[in-house]
């Protein structure tokens, strides 16, 4: 099981860190937001340095369908809704901040970067309505479509003009040329803002922790304010060319886009730990709607999903003064791992931006997911297993699709034998 992206790109290597280093900022994590957080904090000429467990980009971004975009899903009318309109402005404004510096920096790099139209599609027409009405009140002009050409049921779907898509590690791999990076270099300990690995002790005076799901247990409370969704991905040739991106607006719908000769076709989700469609799904849909394609890749992908849908980018917790994270992006991360650089940066080099206040950690839990979470790690604390979580103790569940141990209550994944694949758990 490898990505299409994976399969095309060769990524360039680091080597290990070692002795005993000092930098003002340390990064942990050598995905998309540690690696565009580095590159942002090169440009203002801070020192820093960046730690990668394995090789950079060998967890959840190989695994992106790579849309860019600032319309996730029907996000707007939920804010709107939820929040107030002062937070629905925020995060559509800070959001498009993100995708203009994102796509300015895929036009300088050769990344198979295209403008595409994005088009959410729904079952329910009054969701549609209501989404349209929210981007009209804060200020965003969007279009409705009747019809769309896919072979679904849909009673509509609200469009973004001029969103757009590329190759991610294409264009990671060029990112990465020239930063302060450190492969294989896994941070087991952490005292204060030092880290330790197997072969250095790293002094830093601030540290950003880009690790997905954030793995310091003891601030934060993220294992309460985040669960964890897979989604499942096969690559076909000789299917339809939709020329443009498409995404159900329901957690286990369907995404569509095309990548050169292929159809990336998503879905089959489920909350990790729990059973869902994943792959099968997919082939039964494809074989019905697609009877002439092949498949040639097929993979899966992990998203921490938030308590009220919007990213943990800022202070770990407020005890914390020196330690940051950028986690949650529900399954918008391209878009929110270029947001989230923005925003370190401007905290690291006490920049004011006046978007940091809506994406701080540490705002209200109190939310029904809280409770749901809650719920859900009690039960399975309580469940007879002899396969047990490390990281907070839950019951893990067999991934027959997968051939994995994943856990329900924070997304940890473990392959048979026992080696992680996902954390939080290290």
Not at 391 to 397: T, V
């Amino acid at each position: 099981m490898e990505s299409l992206w994976k399969d095309s790109v060769i990524m360039p290597s680091f080597p290990e860190i070692g002795g005993n280093v000092s930098t003002d900022v340390l990064i942990i994590g050598g995905g998309i937001t540690g690696i565009l957080t580095a590159f942002m904090l090169q440009k203002e000429g801070i020192d820093y340095l960046l730690v990668e467990k394995n090789r950079i980009c060998s967890g959840t971004t190989q695994n992106t369908t790579a849309k860019i975009t600032f319309q996730h899903s029907l996000i707007y009318s939920k804010l709107l809704k939820n929040a107030g309109e002062e937070t629905a402005k925020a995060y559509l404004l800070a959001n498009k901040e993100g995708f203009n510096t994102l796509c300015k920096l895929c036009g300088n790099t050769d990344c198979d970067f295209e403008i595409k139209n994005n088009y959410v599609y729904s079952n329910d027409r009054k969701k549609l309505e209501d989404e349209m009405t929210a981007l009209e009140r804060i200020g965003h002009n969007a279009k409705f479509y009747e019809h769309i050409a896919l072979p679904v049921e849909a009673k509509g779907a609200v469009c973004f003009e001029n969103q757009a898509q590329f190759h991610p590690l294409k264009f990671l791999s060029e990112i990465a040329k020239g930063l302060n990076i450190f492969e294989n270099s896994f941070v087991k300990e952490m005292k204060g803002t030092t880290s330790i690995t197997d072969k250095a002790e790293i002094k830093a005076k601030k540290v950003i922790v880009a690790t997905h799901f954030p793995f310091i247990n003891k601030h934060g409370l993220f294992s309460l304010k985040m669960y964890q969704h897979r989604s499942y991905v096969i690559a076909l040739e000789n299917a339809q060319n939709i020329d443009g991106m498409y995404v159900d607006d329901s957690n286990t719908g369907m995404s569509f886009r095309n990548y050169k000769n292929y159809l990336l076709l998503g879905g089959g989700g489920h909350r990790t730990g729990k059973q869902g469609g994943n792959w099968k799904e997919l082939r039964i849909f494809a074989k019905q709607k697609y009877p002439e394609a092949q498949e040639r890749f097929y993979w899966a992908a992990q998203d921490c999903i938030t308590l009220d849908d919007m990213p943990y980018i800022g202070n770990y917790s407020p005890n914390t003064p020196e330690l940051y994270t950028a986690s949650g992006f529900c399954k918008w991360g391209m878009t929110g791992a270029m947001l989230s650089a923005i925003l370190l940066t401007d905290e690291i080099t006490e920049k004011q931006n006046d978007y940091s206040e809506f994406f701080r950690p540490d705002r209200s839990i109190f939310h029904p997911q809280l409770f749901i979470n809650g719920l859900e790690s009690v039960a399975n604390l309580l469940s007879l297993s002899s396969k047990r979580c490390p990281h907070l103790g839950c019951a893990l569940k067999w991934n027959s699709a997968e051939h994995s141990w994943d856990c329900p209550c924070h997304g940890s994944r473990f392959d048979e034998h026992g080696k992680i694949l996902d954390n939080p758990a290290n």
